[in-house]
């Protein structure tokens, strides 16, 4: 697309980092705004010409060929040609200094010094100034990471980190191959001065070609270091992977195991399943329940249910009956250790009748939205937790979950009522009939759209019944229809 690109990076705070300083040290336009070769269009810099972060190019403050020249430097600068940047800046500097502008050229002095501190606090590993590519790769079960790090300009300054999933079946010889082709199919016409590698890949001799002779596996000295110290970061990475995921689950544990201190439960409770009923004025009532395994969703354990013994609006008896029917069914189901009830004392109280008839000792509790406190049987006040408290995080985080699941089923149910409620109209055609036409069409405006022809494409649909059909839900137009 005409633009030139740089990367991947892998590390997104070190890109806000390199773009706020390349800001201060090489000021460019970021904005948008659209300027025409032969005019200037607008009369007003933004701010952040008044901050010096950009030299205003849609005002005139700066002409055509020396604002090239600072997108040259930056070019220059995320190449790695640091020293050429600052040879550049030198000159003009000295440019200014001659036509007595001072003030501009104590700006670019001050640049250069910037740029002079970035280049002493890197570590120079090779002394003719062109970029190497260092690549080691670790594997670990199906998991096989990939670091690349990045030599500009003699100098160490960048560590890319890439994942290689589903590597089980694979040695690292032919991960390493298939990442050299992924990563540098697209830029052969920029490849570094050496491809510095652990090990070789699969096919060396071909890959090389490819890549221009670029490719060298070190037997000793400083490359080999280098090409270790790659290795040595991709087997960080994944220690640090599987750290994350040890530290995340037992984050979640203690989450558990805190909710049974706090609560004085009997025993830990690693399943825990929510209850909670949704419906509008006593219609379509139905409840859900879900199931939570140390902290986390087994949404394959999840449950609807359409409530079919109560009529209007009572939370109480449509709770009951769900766990009647859940308890009828338990030898189904994992038995949880808990069960959380989206309520007060009332609801509490109605599912745990249902328990004691059915002689189960399952521990049961409630949340009440309001200040989220929790009520226990046989005690009349309820529990605070306190806002910090990881088991009530897990307690919220079961009651919404539950309470999204019941929203969801209640919505699907009523849009289905309220689409058979208009087809319902149409005398004389079945059920059946009428699935296949929301089946095929989607919705009863898109049924009442649809032309004669459109319908008797549906099997049982003749031009007679097609006619009718349009008719009953186009009242207005019907004598189109003949």
């Known amino acids: 697309d005409g633009s030139r690109y740089f990367g991947p990076y892998i590390d997104a705070k070190a890109i806000r980092r390199t773009s706020k300083m390349l800001e201060w040290m090489f000021p460019f336009r970021t904005c948008k705004r659209i300027i025409p070769d032969e005019e200037i269009k607008y009369k007003r810099a933004c701010m952040n010409y008044q901050m010096g972060k950009c030299l205003a190019p849609c005002v005139g403050r700066i002409s055509k060929q020396e604002y090239r020249g600072i997108i040259d430097n930056i070019i220059d600068f995320l190449n790695g040609k640091n020293q050429q940047v600052i040879e550049n800046l030198k000159k003009e500097m000295s440019v200014f200094a001659d036509m007595m502008e001072f003030e501009k050229a104590a700006g670019i002095r001050d640049r250069i010094k910037y740029i002079q501190k970035l280049n002493n606090s890197r570590a120079m590993y090779f002394l003719d100034g062109k970029n190497r590519d260092v690549v080691g790769v670790y594997k670990e079960d199906k998991d096989a990471v990939v670091a690349v790090l990045k030599i500009l300009s003699g100098k160490l300054l960048n560590k890319e980190i890439h994942e290689m999933n589903n590597a089980a079946n694979n040695s690292l010889s032919q991960i390493l191959k298939a990442f050299l082709l992924q990563y540098y199919s697209g830029k052969l016409d920029h490849l570094p001065h050496r491809i510095i590698l652990f090990q070789k890949p699969d096919e060396f001799d071909?890959?090389?070609?490819?890549?221009?002779?670029?490719?060298?596996?070190?037997?000793?000295?400083?490359?080999?270091?280098?090409?270790?110290?790659?290795?040595?970061?991709?087997?960080?990475?994944?220690?640090?992977?599987?750290?994350?995921?040890?530290?995340?689950?037992?984050?979640?544990?203690?989450?558990?195991?805190?909710?049974?201190?706090?609560?004085?439960?009997?025993?830990?409770?690693?399943?825990?399943?929510?209850?909670?009923?949704?419906?509008?004025?006593?219609?379509?009532?139905?409840?859900?329940?879900v199931f939570f395994e140390n902290g986390k969703p087994k949404k394959k354990h999840y449950r609807h249910f359409l409530i079919k013994s109560v009529t209007g609006q009572n939370d109480y008896a449509a709770l009951q009956e769900t766990m009647e029917r859940y308890l009828t069914k338990l030898d189904q189901y994992e038995k949880p250790d808990l069960i959380i009830i989206d309520g007060g004392k009332g609801q509490l109280g109605a599912v745990k009748k249902v328990l004691t008839a059915h002689d189960q000792d399952i521990e049961l509790i409630s949340l009440a939205k309001r200040i989220e406190e929790i009520f226990l049987p046989g005690q009349k006040l309820s529990f605070l937790l306190p806002k910090s408290s990881?088991?009530?995080?897990?307690?919220?985080k079961l009651r919404d979950e539950a309470h999204r699941f019941a929203i969801s089923y209640h919505r699907k149910k009523r849009k289905s009522r309220t689409l058979i409620s208009e087809l319902d109209r149409i005398k004389g055609i079945g059920s059946d009939l009428k699935f296949l036409l929301l089946k095929e069409f989607g919705s009863v405006e898109r049924i009442r759209k649809a032309n004669i022809t459109e319908l008797t494409k549906i099997k049982g649909i003749g031009q007679q019944t097609a006619k009718k059909i349009l008719k009953e839900l186009n009242p207005d137009n019907a004598i189109g229809f003949y």
């Open 390 to 396: 990881s088991a009530l995080r897990l307690v919220i």
């Open 206 to 289: 071909e890959l090389n070609s490819l890549l221009k002779n670029k490719p060298i596996t070190p037997g000793r000295g400083e490359k080999k270091t280098l090409a270790l110290i790659a290795r040595e970061n991709a087997y960080n990475y994944l220690e640090e992977k599987k750290l994350r995921h040890i530290r995340k689950s037992s984050r979640t544990i203690y989450s558990v195991k805190e909710l049974k201190d706090k609560l004085n439960l009997k025993s830990l409770p690693r399943k825990i399943i929510c209850l909670d009923v949704s419906t509008i004025q006593g219609s379509d009532t139905v409840a859900s329940l």
